[in-house]
C-alpha cells in the first residue's frame, strides 16, 4: 500500500500526477495531445497522412500517445493516493489537500 512510500517519494507521486492531470485540462483548441485524441482522422485524411509521413511524424505521434495514455493512468493513480490519503505521509497528504 501508500504505507511503503517514504515521503519524498510520496510528494514526487502527488506532483507528477497533478502536472500529468493538469495537460488534460488545457483546452482542446491549445492541446494537439487530447485534439487527436477527441478528434479522430476520417479515413481519408488518416490514408493520406500515412503515405505522406515522415520517420520524424512517426515519433511525433507516438509521443503525443504516450503522453495521452500516461496522464489518463495518472488519474487512476490520484484517485488510489486520495483514497489511501490516511497512510500517506504527512508532507504528500499537505500537497495533495493545499497545492493540488
Do not use: F, W
Request: glycine content about 0%.
Amino acid at each position: 500500500g501508500c504505507e511503503a512510500l517514504n515521503a519524498e517519494v510520496a510528494l514526487a507521486l502527488v506532483d507528477y500526477c497533478a502536472r500529468s492531470m493538469a495537460s488534460l485540462a488545457i483546452p482542446l483548441s491549445q492541446n494537439e495531445m487530447l485534439r487527436k485524441q477527441k478528434q479522430p482522422e476520417t479515413p481519408t485524411q488518416l490514408r493520406q497522412r500515412m503515405q505522406h509521413r515522415t520517420p520524424l511524424d512517426e515519433i511525433h505521434d507516438a509521443n503525443l500517445d504516450s503522453q495521452y495514455k500516461t496522464s489518463v493512468a495518472s488519474v487512476s493513480l490520484a484517485r488510489y493516493l486520495c483514497e489511501h490519503i490516511e497512510s500517506l505521509h504527512l508532507s504528500a497528504q499537505t500537497r495533495i489537500l493545499d497545492t493540488h
